[in-house]
């Protein structure tokens, strides 16, 4: 069946780094683009970044440009999301979603989610 598993959130100080991870199962990957989301406490879900799944063209929400970086294996059917320079406001429950070949297109898979903390 259709799977997506994050992976790689955890608990950070203001100012570091860390990567997620989005293990894609189920589906022919190399169609999809794939989308990574969050959500934090009392806030709607934002769209944070996407690859699309031909071109590599990548996208992101002004608040994280320059600090995020988002890439595909697609030998293995993972993206990445590299997120340096964290700061408390980018606290949030983290998503991947896969929408056929468009970042804009539907958003039909989604993954279970992994939480990101930035505190002190």
């Known amino acids: 069946q259709v799977q997506l598993v994050e992976s790689g959130g955890g608990l950070v100080q203001p100012g570091g780094s860390l990567r997620l991870s989005c293990a894609a199962s189920g589906f022919t990957f190399d169609y999809f683009a794939i989308g990574w989301f969050r959500q934090a406490p009392g806030k709607e879900r934002e769209g944070v970044s996407c690859?699309?799944?031909?071109?590599?063209?990548?996208y992101y929400t002004d608040s994280v440009k320059g600090r995020f970086t988002i890439s595909r294996d697609n030998a293995n059917n993972t993206v990445y999301l590299q997120m340096t320079s964290l700061n408390p406001e980018d606290t949030a429950v983290y998503y991947c979603?896969?929408?056929?070949?468009?970042?804009?297109?539907?958003?039909?898979?989604w993954g279970q989610g992994t939480q990101v903390t930035v505190s002190s």
């Open positions: 690859i699309s799944s031909s071109n590599g063209n990548t």
């Open positions: 979603a896969a929408a056929y070949e468009s970042c804009r297109g539907e958003y039909d898979y």
